[in-house]
């Protein structure tokens, strides 16, 4: 089980990491447009808006990868949580299909993290 929750852990942190290349490179060529449903109009006004997100992404991918190379428990509980709260956050305010692409999967890793790992002794000292 514990080796299911790195990989879903493992599988969040690629995926926030492919979202922070699109967002900061692709937003506004043809990929980018078709991929986030956009006009050309849209992703050019959205663009520098769009690749500061991007590198908030890429924040929470490396604190996913920070908690799986140093095995801590309690750094994949917290930038899991930011995911979901940002899929949540995203779900309700821009589009609900976020909830299930975002938030979903970083609640499944979140619950298997939690049930399958127990705290390191850095996290109860």
Not at 56 to 66: I, Q, S
Not at 83 to 89: D, L
Request: proline share 2%; glycine share 12%.
């Amino acid at each position: 089980m514990k080796t299911l929750a790195n990989i879903v852990v493992g599988f969040v942190a690629l995926s926030h990491f492919g979202i922070m290349v699109l967002e900061m490179f692709f937003w506004d060529h043809a990929l980018g447009r078709r991929i986030f449903q956009m006009s050309e109009e849209v992703s050019a006004a959205s663009a520098t808006l769009a690749a500061n997100q991007g590198l908030y992404n890429g924040f929470l991918a490396v604190g996913l990868v920070w908690g799986l190379i140093s095995g801590r428990r309690d750094l994949k509980l917290f930038f899991l949580g930011c995911v979901v709260a940002a899929g949540i956050f995203g779900g309700l305010t821009a589009k609900p299909s976020i909830l299930l692409t975002q938030g979903l999967p970083a609640l499944v890793g979140l619950v298997l993290v939690w049930m399958t790992q127990r705290p390191s002794r850095a996290e109860v000292d």
